[in-house]
């Protein structure tokens, strides 16, 4: 007779290399049985919520501005491919990059202060940056910045087709949410957790706290913009939309609607609500309302979120 499992064991179904190969498996039939470009839009989304969840999720601070980083990574990257005529890692880089500079900014700033204070904050200067964006001309004011073209991927591979912009955005999103999950298991995840569970003590033990502090908003707000950047070479537009407080909202449901305790839940909810907001696109009933009803129902009943009832079953 085989050996019990150890309480608490992963199943082996639950292995990484079982869930890298159902990942590919899933990736592949949502290409040939979804619209491709809709499967990409899903992957940005899901990046952003990740991203999102790896400041609420560890740390325990409610961001309501990560729209300026997603919008920041959208139009960096979007204007960088467009005027000056960059690569697609070159575009993503750069985007990153402004993302993370922005992200010390407003850290610097708003980790001043915690709780609800903190997150006013960030909600401020995120609208700030929205109407920066918005009187800025050369980003196209209230039209966006339209006609990006997709840029070749290290100035030889054309990634112009769906086929091929769908590896693209594939691979790096999978690859930004690997290095997001081993950050939340790494010492430096842990320590994280550990300054959400008891400040005082991490203080006491002579961490410096709101380094980390800083270092993780920093963090979240680069995948966050890289999320954006991806984003725009996949709809080849930068709109407003991207930088308003409707794209901080969106991320705040889809961490708390899949569950935020879980590492898969911003997947899940990432999912759900892109998906709901495609399939209701022409209800009478207006979609943020259904969203809103939906999160309301969730939190009641199933306050873990879906990847909590999920687990729970």
């Known amino acids: 007779m085989a050996p019990a499992s150890a309480p608490g064991a992963r199943p082996r179904l639950l292995h990484p290399v079982f869930l890298l190969l159902g990942g590919l498996a899933a990736l592949l039939v949502a290409y040939h049985l979804l619209y491709p470009v809709f499967v990409m839009q899903v992957m940005c989304f899901a990046l952003l919520a990740v991203a999102f969840n790896l400041l609420l999720g560890h740390v325990g601070l409610l961001s309501l501005g990560h729209a300026a980083f997603f919008g920041t990574g959208a139009?960096?990257?979007?204007?960088?491919?467009?005027?000056?005529?960059?690569?697609?890692?070159?575009?993503?880089?750069l985007a990153v990059?402004?993302?993370?500079?922005?992200?010390?900014?407003?850290?610097?700033l708003a980790l001043r202060r915690s709780g609800i204070h903190f997150a006013m904050i960030t909600l401020a200067l995120a609208q700030v940056l929205y109407f920066i964006?918005?009187?800025?001309?050369?980003?196209?004011?209230?039209?966006?910045?339209?006609?990006?073209?997709?840029?070749?991927?290290?100035g030889l591979i054309d990634i112009s087709d769906n086929g091929a912009m769908y590896v693209f955005v594939s691979a790096v999103t999978g690859a930004a949410v690997w290095a997001i999950w081993r950050i939340g298991r790494s010492p430096f995840g842990v320590t994280l957790s550990a300054?959400?569970?008891?400040?005082?003590r991490m203080i006491a033990l002579g961490y410096n706290v709101q380094q980390i502090k800083l270092a993780a908003f920093a963090l979240s707000a680069?995948?966050?913009g890289l999320a954006g950047a991806l984003k725009v070479m996949v709809v080849q537009l930068a709109s407003l939309t991207d930088a308003s407080f409707f794209i901080s909202g969106e991320a705040v449901l889809m961490a708390l609607l899949g569950g935020m305790a879980f590492f898969a839940g911003p997947l899940i909810g990432a999912v759900v609500v892109i998906s709901l907001q495609l399939a209701l696109v022409a209800s009478p009933v207006p979609v943020p309302m259904i969203l809103g009803a939906l999160f309301v129902a969730v939190t009641l009943f199933f306050p873990r979120g879906i990847a909590g009832m999920i687990a729970r079953r």
């Open 75 to 93: 139009y960096v990257a979007g204007y960088a491919a467009k005027v000056w005529g960059f690569t697609a890692e070159g575009a993503l880089a």
């Open 97 to 108: 990059l402004a993302s993370v500079l922005l992200g010390i900014a407003i850290g610097g």
């Open 133 to 154: 964006i918005f009187q800025t001309r050369a980003l196209g004011g209230e039209n966006g910045l339209q006609g990006i073209p997709r840029p070749r991927l290290l």
């Open 195 to 200: 300054i959400r569970q008891n400040e005082a």
């Open 222 to 224: 680069g995948f966050a």
